[in-house]
């Protein structure tokens, strides 16, 4: 499985962004998808993940500002972020879980004070 992560970019504190990562087949077998950051020098850390079964989860950090969605028929899983701070700035990547654990090549999101 390939995933391709599309739609970062800088922008001001305050406003947002939708991130997508499209894969190369179907999603519907994706037990588990999810959208990862990386900031420098920080760990990398779960913003927020959803099931085949639509239940989502996030991270305390980004609950109510950001939210996750997929489009089974586009084979896509986005990230709507609304209301960024400079603490969101990372390198984003998208992950679908099988029987095995794929990545994507990341999207730079830049928040500006």
């Known amino acids: 499985v390939q995933l391709q992560a599309s739609g970062g970019g800088l922008v001001q504190a305050g406003g947002s962004l939708r991130l997508s990562c499209v894969a190369s087949?179907?999603?519907?077998?994706?037990?588990?998808m999810g959208w990862y950051r990386q900031a420098p020098g920080k760990q990398r850390e779960l913003v927020a993940g959803?099931?085949?079964?639509?239940?989502?989860n996030y991270a305390v950090s980004v609950k109510g500002r950001f939210t996750i969605s997929r489009d089974n028929a586009k084979n896509t899983l986005y990230l709507e972020m609304n209301s960024l701070k400079p603490e969101d700035t990372a390198v984003y990547l998208c992950?679908?879980?099988?029987?095995?654990?794929?990545w994507g090549q990341g999207t730079q999101v830049t928040v500006s004070s």
């Open positions: 959803i099931t085949s079964f639509g239940d989502t």
């Open positions: 992950n679908a879980v099988t029987g095995r654990w794929y």
């Open positions: 087949e179907s999603i519907l077998t994706m037990k588990f």
